[in-house]
């Protein structure tokens, strides 16, 4: 049973760029949600994608989007890249279900995004 | 979402109970008091979960208080893998947004 996967493990780019990451949730989930992780601190929530829609959003501007597939999987896009936006890129899934409530998410091990 | 209050940092000698607190005087009835940690380049594992009584799995114990503003991660016999970043997260949405703070950083030493 594959956990969740996320692609790619590591990504240079430049400031101004625009950068698009991956994820594929665990199976049986449909629930994703993408987190940015500073270095030393905790992960920060950006949004959650359920039914290919965003359900939830953090305080996070409009350069960082989302999409969800059909097939449950998700990107996540920024644009315009900063150097703040260097972070550890966290994918998180789950199942949106009133009979599974309050299970938990299960992460992957994340994107290392560095801006230079 | 009631924001948790951890230590910032504990150590372990191996082999030993390791008790990790954590306080959430705001805690909501209907939200869940759960544990996670993040081995080094890791994504965060899922430890244990509990909403009033106390909790058991093959990881780690959770016990809760009774009037449910802290709670205490035992990890009964800790090795040396159990070093790691451990969050306390409460919420009433556990598919939704996890609130995450600065954590507990354990160091299990031989």
């Known amino acids: 049973d594959a956990g969740v996967t996320q692609s790619p493990t590591h990504l240079i780019k430049t400031r101004g760029q625009q950068v698009t990451l991956r994820c594929s949730p665990k199976?049986?989930?449909?629930?994703v949600s993408w987190y940015q992780q500073a270095l030393g601190q905790g992960p920060q929530f950006i949004f959650q994608?359920?039914?290919?829609?965003?359900?939830q959003r953090g305080n996070f501007p409009d350069r960082f989007s989302g999409h969800q597939f059909p097939n449950y999987s998700s990107e996540l896009n920024v644009n315009a890249l900063l150097l703040g936006d260097s972070a550890l890129y966290l994918c998180?899934?789950?199942?949106?279900?009133?009979?599974?409530?309050?299970?938990?998410?299960?992460f992957g091990d994340g994107t290392r995004l560095s801006i230079l | 979402d009631a924001k948790t209050t951890q230590p910032p940092s504990m150590d372990c000698a191996e082999g030993r109970a390791a008790n990790l607190p954590c306080n959430h005087s705001?805690?909501?009835?209907?939200?869940?008091v759960y544990w996670y940690r993040q081995i080094h380049s890791q994504g965060p594992q899922y430890i244990i979960h509990?909403?009033?009584n106390n909790e058991t799995n093959e990881m780690a114990s959770l016990i809760i208080t009774e009037d449910r503003k802290s709670s205490t991660l035992i990890l009964p016999h800790a090795t040396l893998r159990d070093t790691a970043v451990y969050y306390c997260?409460?919420?009433?949405?556990?598919?939704?947004?996890?609130?995450f703070g600065a954590g507990t950083q354990v160091v299990v030493t031989p």
């Open positions: 998180a899934s789950s199942l949106a279900s009133r009979v599974y409530s309050n299970q938990p998410q299960h």
């Open positions: 199976s049986g989930h449909d629930t």
């Open positions: 994608y359920y039914e290919e829609e965003e359900r």
């Open positions: 705001t805690i909501s009835g209907n939200e869940y």
């Open positions: 509990g909403l009033k």
């Open positions: 997260i409460v919420s009433s949405d556990s598919w939704g947004k996890l609130q």
